[in-house]
Nanobody, 120 residues
């Protein structure tokens, strides 16, 4: 089994910054993708940013130029640096990891979510 533990959420004023972290632990043979999704009240969960083991990234258009995703493969940890935050960034942010298990199959795991609230 794999656990994802998120940290770094909180309340910040518009224009401020936050850094989210997500550490994966457990039975991990390797990790393909790690990423961040978010879900605002009344809305569907959406991709924020994702990064491969090789460092390739993709971002939602709404966060390009403001958010940066990075990854420490040695620590099985992914980070999301969020700058120039806007009230519309308010959501629960979820970490996602596609992990290669001991069975050599990909398994998708989710964190418990961390609240990010941006006040105007």
């Amino acid at each position: 089994q794999v656990q994802l533990v998120e940290s770094g959420g909180g309340l910040v004023q518009a224009g401020g910054s936050l850094r989210l972290s997500c550490a994966a632990s457990g039975s991990i043979f390797g990790i393909n993708y790690m990423g961040w999704y978010r879900q605002a009240p009344g809305k569907q969960r959406e991709l924020v940013a994702r990064i491969t083991g090789g460092g390739s990234t993709n971002y939602a258009d709404s966060v390009k130029g403001r958010f940066t995703i990075s990854r420490d493969n040695a620590k099985n940890t992914v980070y999301l640096q969020m700058n120039s935050l806007k009230p519309e960034d308010t959501a629960v942010y979820y970490c996602d990891a596609v992990v290669i298990g001991s069975d050599y199959f990909n398994h998708d795991y989710w964190g418990q979510g961390t609240q990010v609230t941006v006040s105007s």
